[in-house]
């Protein structure tokens, strides 16, 4: 099975809203950084945001502050992306990634989820 794996991916019109959920298990799951990124077609992957364990933290890349949230419910070893007033240049892969450092950087992650597109349609 997967570490982390997630979920909510899907085509929505610009201004629409989307919540992604990534689920971890594992070694993963004992990460105290939980971060997302993203990747469109041609584009390096970026950061979007991270969270610290006890939600004490948390870190946004420029382009998405104010639009997106990132939580996390230890409980469920999940972490969430809420993604409101999407716009065309959201559309990308997002990914779920797992971190022992705070860091918007990917070198700093060691565990990854498979991917979950997001579509955003004008």
């Known amino acids: 099975q997967a570490q982390l794996v997630e979920s909510g991916g899907g085509l929505v019109q610009a201004g629409g809203s989307l919540r992604l959920s990534c689920a971890a298990s594992?070694?993963?799951?004992?990460?105290?950084?939980r971060g997302w990124f993203r990747q469109a077609p041609g584009k390096e992957r970026e950061f979007v945001a991270a969270?610290?364990?006890?939600?004490?933290?948390?870190a946004y890349a420029d382009s998405v502050k104010g639009r997106f949230t990132i939580s996390r419910d230890n409980a469920k070893n999940t972490v969430y992306l809420q993604m409101n007033n999407l716009k065309v240049e959201d559309t990308a892969v997002y990914y779920c990634?797992?971190?022992?450092?705070?860091?918007?950087?990917?070198?700093?992650?060691?565990?990854w989820g498979q991917g979950t597109q997001v579509t955003v349609s004008s």
């Open positions: 990634a797992a971190s022992t450092v705070v860091s918007r950087s990917v070198q700093s992650y060691d565990y």
């Open positions: 594992g070694r993963a799951s004992t990460r105290y950084f």
């Open positions: 969270v610290y364990w006890d939600n004490s933290s948390t």
